[in-house]
Antibody
Framework: EVQLLESGGGLVQPGESLRLSCTGS????????MNWVRQAPGKGLEWVAS????????HYADSVKGRFTISRDNAKNTVFLQMNSLRVEDTAVYFC?????????????????WGQGTLVTVSP | QSVLTQPPSVSGAPGQRVTISCTGS?????????VHWYQHLPGTAPKLIIF???YRPSGVPDRFSGSKSGTSASLAITGLQADDEADYYC???????????FGGGTKLTVL
């Protein structure tokens, strides 16, 4: 069974850092451009970042650009989200998700597998 | 303010049909990028219910359908059931932002 499991969330103060992990089972994460999506309390879904396995590296929402870095460890079958200079407005449940299809032309078909999410709380 | 605009809420009685709109612009839906739809219940992982504008993943009932025209897309749900009550989100890609974008979400209430 395909599963994604996030970890690493917690309570931090503004300006601090946190690293989230997303580990896959039943699938090889290097075959997909993995995504991070978040949902702040009472708000909707917000795309945060994606990691292109084709060599383009990370792509980021403007709200996190320059502060967050997405990376991947193929040996651990894990994708990371390094979050620096955290702000109160970064408080959210963070989900990792995989595209339905990925090939030589890129990924398509939406995000068909999601983890259960990990809660990040940034508070003074 | 989301790049993709959805109505905050829709409602319908059991058995009825409802539609949820998703309005974008020339840099996302209007540029030809696919629209995907998700069903989300609080405390759970979002579920892909429509991909590439009109396709249903395996296991999603045919009561759910999607369409796209110009700079907009729509999700239709027929034969409303109590367990359809959830938040629904559209998603596409935006070339100006060079990234994915979600609609603000629509809360469906089954009366």
């Amino acid at each position: 069974e395909v599963q994604l499991l996030e970890s690493g969330g917690g309570l931090v103060q503004p300006g601090e850092s946190l690293r989230l992990s997303c580990t896959g089972s039943g699938l090889t994460l290097r075959s997909y451009d993995m995504n991070w999506v978040r949902q702040a309390p009472g708000k909707g879904l917000e795309w945060v970042a994606s990691f292109s396995g084709s060599g383009d590296g990370g792509h980021y929402a403007d709200s996190v650009k320059g502060r967050f870095t997405i990376s991947r460890d193929n040996a651990k079958n894990t994708v990371f989200l390094q979050m620096n200079s955290l702000r109160v407005e970064d408080t959210a449940v963070y989900f990792c998700a995989k595209p339905k299809y990925c090939g030589s032309d890129g990924c398509s078909g939406g995000l068909d597998r999601w983890g259960q999410g990990t809660l990040v709380t940034v508070s003074p | 303010q989301s790049v993709l605009t959805q109505p905050p809420s829709v409602s319908g009685a059991p058995g009825q049909r409802v539609t949820i709109s998703c309005t974008g612009s020339s840099s996302n839906i209007g540029a030809g990028f696919d629209v995907h739809w998700y069903q989300h219940l609080p405390g759970t992982a979002p579920k892909l219910i429509i991909f590439a504008n009109t396709y249903r993943p395996s296991g999603v009932p045919d009561r759910f359908s999607g369409s796209k025209s110009g700079t907009s897309a729509s999700l239709a749900i027929t034969g409303l059931q109590a367990d359809d009550e959830a938040d629904y989100y559209c998603q596409s890609y935006d070339s100006s932002l060079s990234g994915s974008v979600f609609g603000g979400g629509t809360k469906l209430t089954v009366l």
